[in-house]
């Protein structure tokens, strides 16, 4: 990533952006000084980006079938093309 040093104390800012999807995960910095550029600092404690507003509804379907015989068995399948890796199942509750 690019970066650019600040005046005053020492930093440096990553711009980040437009951000998306695909930048939601976990963040550390490292430092390292001219004298030693081989050598790195420990990491810096982790920063999790979530980015919200931006993922699509997964989609599910049933199968074989939404209509099925009492004892029969079906297997529900929940997709996405956003690139989930957690999903939930809740079933919603009628008179």
Same mark, same amino acid.
Request: hydrophobic residues 25%.
């Given at each position: 990533?690019? *970066?650019? @040093?600040? =005046? /005053? ?7 980040? /952006?437009?951000?998306?999807?695909? *930048? ?12 030693? =550029? ?9 920063? *999790?980006?979530?980015? %919200? /507003? ?9 199968? =074989? ?6 004892? !029969?068995?079906? %297997? @529900?399948?929940? &997709?996405?093309?956003?690139?989930? !890796?957690?999903? %939930?199942?809740? &079933?919603?509750? /009628? =008179?």
């Amino acid at each position: 990533m690019e *970066h650019r @040093l600040s =005046p /005053g104390r020492p930093q440096v800012l990553f711009p980040v /952006g437009p951000v998306n999807a695909s *930048h939601r995960g976990t963040y550390r910095c490292y430092g390292s000084s001219s004298s030693y =550029p081989q050598q790195w600092s420990e990491p810096s404690y982790p920063l *999790h980006l979530e980015v %919200t /507003g931006v993922l699509e509804a997964p989609s599910l379907v049933a199968q =074989p079938g939404q209509l099925v015989l009492t004892g !029969d068995s079906l %297997t @529900l399948q929940c &997709r996405s093309q956003t690139g989930f !890796d957690t999903f %939930t199942l809740t &079933r919603e509750e /009628g =008179p």
